[in-house]
């Protein structure tokens, strides 16, 4: 059987994940609440009125929108809506299969390794669980999730090509633009490339996630001053690390223990690839410290707001790590003779 | 991989990719083929209608009354009715639990954006709700 054949067969999957994907979401017609109260919401007030401010009269108290959330993905909608027309209530299902489509072919071309491995990659982002929720298929992690392995795909390129480092820069804005998990990947990310020496690629992605994202995002929050929020420095409480360590392992970890571990051996089995991209799962590392260091000051009750978000975070982080898990399947079924000689490992 | 195709051709690469693919196919009509395609019908019928409640049950219970989809149909009118800076008052009995107000609260915004809803708790008999500028919704009894 050639590698071919067997990528083949994983492109087959592949497909088959994101056809699953548009039945489950074109199947339902109830929505989320994240998109009825935030996503959608602010698509809807920007397309009706034609301007970005209006996200914030929709709610002025900011109850339930979260006027603190960016703006990219509302924008995305409303345009797509703007042009849909009668379809306009369509555009959020039909871009969700879409959103995988794109997310398992950014997959395939991030990972570093034979064919059949990268097939491996595009399969398993495709066949994520996360693109098996009707009601999450307006929320902006799809989006998010597209930026980042797009992000990924540009790691290794980084050294020899100035626009590699120009799409890694815009890449990671757009991430922090969708989302504030794409704030904190990207924070993550250039952490890294600065640490790791990477001056440049750092520099070039500080600037443009600074310039584009943040800074005009935050003059305009600053006109718009919203009383809402989910945290606050004073409401520091060590408890919470226990109580989201805890909701973390006992719906995420534990209901998917076999695939961690099967995870966990793959890398353990793949010295090389561990190595060539400690990079990346450092920063995948910083990313979800980072958020569990967040519930340490949240607002809402922490067991609830751990459960209501992890699901999310937790899809963000690991299909940036796919691509990682697929290279090293593919360093520990080659023997180490023949990956001598090739000269991986 | 080599491992991989080892077990593939043990297996026999074909019979198992014609399971795999007929497993995959079952899964696939068990979740959804067999499941109208909702939001297709929606879009036929006035999609906003269908945000307000589930789409296969009629009415809404909630803080001891039930709603039916007349509250959706209101607010869809109301959006020809309103102008775009119009501020909507949402009046709702004062029993309602504050997520079940929250859950009204954001649809109506939906429904209505770019407009601001504000929410105002009325004693209003029998949980009638009312936007500003429309005619009082209907809703029903209370349930005992």
Same mark, same amino acid.
């Given at each position: 059987?050639?590698?071919?054949?067997?990528?083949?067969?994983?492109?087959?999957?592949?497909?088959?994940?994101?056809?699953?994907?548009?039945?489950?979401?074109?199947?339902?017609?109830?929505? $989320? *609440?994240?998109?009825? %109260?935030?996503?959608?919401?602010?698509?809807?007030?920007?397309?009706?009125?034609?301007?970005?401010?209006?996200?914030?009269?929709?709610?002025?108290? %900011?109850?339930?929108?979260?006027?603190?959330?960016?703006?990219?993905?509302?924008?995305?909608?409303?345009?797509?809506?703007?042009?849909?027309?009668? $379809?306009?209530?369509?555009?959020?299902?039909?871009?969700?299969?879409?959103?995988?489509?794109?997310?398992?072919?950014?997959?395939?071309?991030?990972?570093?390794?034979?064919?059949?491995?990268?097939?491996?990659?595009? &399969?398993?982002?495709?066949?994520?669980?996360?693109?098996?929720?009707?009601?999450?298929?307006?929320?902006?992690? $799809?989006?998010?999730?597209?930026?980042?392995?797009?992000?990924?795909?540009?790691?290794?390129?980084?050294?020899?090509?100035?626009?590699?480092?120009?799409?890694?820069?815009?890449?990671?804005?757009?991430?922090?633009?969708?989302?504030?998990?794409?704030?904190?990947?990207?924070?993550?990310?250039?952490?890294?490339?600065?640490?790791?020496?990477?001056?440049?690629?750092?520099?070039?992605? &500080?600037?443009?996630? !600074?310039?584009?994202?943040?800074?005009?995002?935050?003059?305009?929050?600053?006109?718009?001053?919203?009383?809402?929020?989910?945290?606050?420095?004073?409401?520091?409480?060590?408890? *919470?690390? &226990?109580?989201?360590?805890?909701?973390?392992?006992?719906? !995420?970890?534990?209901? *998917?223990? &076999?695939?961690?571990?099967?995870?966990? !051996?793959?890398?353990?089995?793949?010295?090389?690839?561990?190595?060539?991209?400690? %990079?990346?799962?450092?920063?995948?590392?910083?990313?979800?410290?980072?958020?569990?260091?967040?519930?340490?000051?949240?607002?809402?009750?922490?067991?609830?707001?751990?459960?209501?978000?992890?699901?999310?975070?937790?899809?963000?982080?690991?299909?940036?790590?796919?691509?990682?898990?697929?290279?090293?399947?593919?360093?520990?079924?080659?023997?180490?003779?023949?990956?001598?000689?090739? !000269?991986?490992? | 991989?080599?491992?991989?195709?080892?077990?593939?051709?043990?297996?026999?690469?074909?019979?198992?990719?014609?399971? +795999?693919?007929?497993?995959? +196919?079952?899964?696939?009509?068990?979740?959804?083929?067999?499941?109208?395609?909702?939001?297709? =019908?929606?879009?036929?019928?006035?999609?906003?209608?269908?945000?307000?409640?589930?789409?296969?049950?009629?009415?809404?219970?909630?803080?001891?009354?039930?709603?039916? =989809?007349?509250?959706?149909? +209101?607010?869809?009118? /109301?959006?020809?009715?309103?102008?775009?800076?119009?501020?909507?008052?949402?009046?709702?009995?004062?029993?309602?639990?504050?997520?079940?107000?929250?859950?009204?609260?954001?649809?109506?915004?939906?429904? /209505?954006?770019?407009?601001?809803?504000?929410?105002?708790?009325?004693?209003?008999?029998?949980? =009638?709700?009312?936007?500003?500028?429309?005619?009082?919704?209907?809703?029903?009894?209370?349930?005992?």
């Amino acid at each position: 059987v050639t590698q071919r054949t067997i990528a083949c067969a994983l492109g087959v999957l592949a497909l088959a994940g994101v056809a699953s994907c548009a039945l489950v979401a074109l199947g339902r017609s109830d929505w $989320g *609440n994240d998109y009825v %109260g935030i996503w959608g919401l602010k698509a809807q007030a920007i397309e009706r009125s034609g301007r970005l401010d209006a996200v914030f009269a929709v709610d002025r108290p %900011g109850d339930f929108s979260h006027p603190e959330y960016p703006l990219l993905w509302p924008v995305v909608l409303a345009v797509l809506r703007g042009l849909a027309g009668d $379809g306009r209530d369509l555009v959020a299902p039909l871009l969700f299969p879409i959103l995988c489509g794109i997310a398992s072919l950014l997959a395939f071309r991030a990972t570093r390794a034979g064919l059949a491995a990268r097939a491996l990659a595009a &399969a398993t982002v495709a066949l994520l669980p996360f693109y098996r929720v009707a009601h999450l298929s307006g929320y902006a992690e $799809g989006l998010l999730v597209v930026w980042l392995l797009a992000a990924v795909g540009e790691i290794d390129a980084l050294e020899r090509s100035a626009w590699s480092r120009v799409r890694l820069a815009a890449f990671l804005s757009a991430a922090a633009a969708t989302k504030q998990e794409g704030l904190l990947a990207a924070a993550a990310a250039i952490g890294v490339l600065l640490v790791a020496g990477r001056l440049r690629a750092g520099v070039t992605a &500080a600037a443009g996630v !600074g310039l584009l994202s943040v800074a005009p995002w935050q003059v305009l929050r600053a006109l718009h001053p919203s009383p809402h929020r989910d945290f606050a420095l004073g409401a520091l409480d060590p408890g *919470n690390l &226990a109580v989201a360590l805890g909701v973390v392992f006992t719906e !995420g970890v534990l209901p *998917n223990a &076999a695939l961690f571990l099967c995870a966990a !051996g793959v890398l353990a089995a793949a010295p090389a690839v561990v190595r060539r991209r400690a %990079g990346v799962l450092l920063a995948v590392g910083l990313f979800v410290a980072a958020i569990l260091a967040g519930f340490l000051f949240t607002l809402h009750p922490p067991r609830y707001h751990v459960a209501y978000s992890f699901a999310r975070w937790g899809f963000v982080a690991t299909a940036c790590l796919v691509p990682l898990v697929a290279e090293a399947v593919d360093e520990a079924s080659r023997s180490r003779p023949a990956a001598a000689r090739t !000269g991986v490992g | 991989v080599r491992g991989v195709g080892a077990l593939a051709a043990r297996v026999g690469v074909r019979r198992g990719l014609s399971a +795999a693919l007929a497993s995959l +196919a079952l899964w696939i009509l068990s979740l959804d083929a067999l499941r109208p395609f909702g939001q297709l =019908r929606a879009l036929a019928s006035g999609a906003e209608t269908l945000l307000f409640l589930p789409p296969r049950e009629r009415f809404l219970h909630c803080g001891g009354f039930r709603f039916d =989809r007349g509250f959706g149909l +209101a607010l869809l009118r /109301l959006d020809a009715e309103l102008p775009a800076d119009a501020e909507a008052t949402l009046e709702l009995a004062p029993n309602l639990k504050s997520d079940i107000v929250n859950f009204y609260r954001f649809r109506a915004a939906y429904a /209505l954006a770019p407009r601001n809803v504000h929410v105002v708790h009325a004693d209003l008999a029998g949980g =009638r709700y009312r936007l500003a500028g429309g005619a009082p919704g209907r809703s029903e009894k209370p349930v005992p």
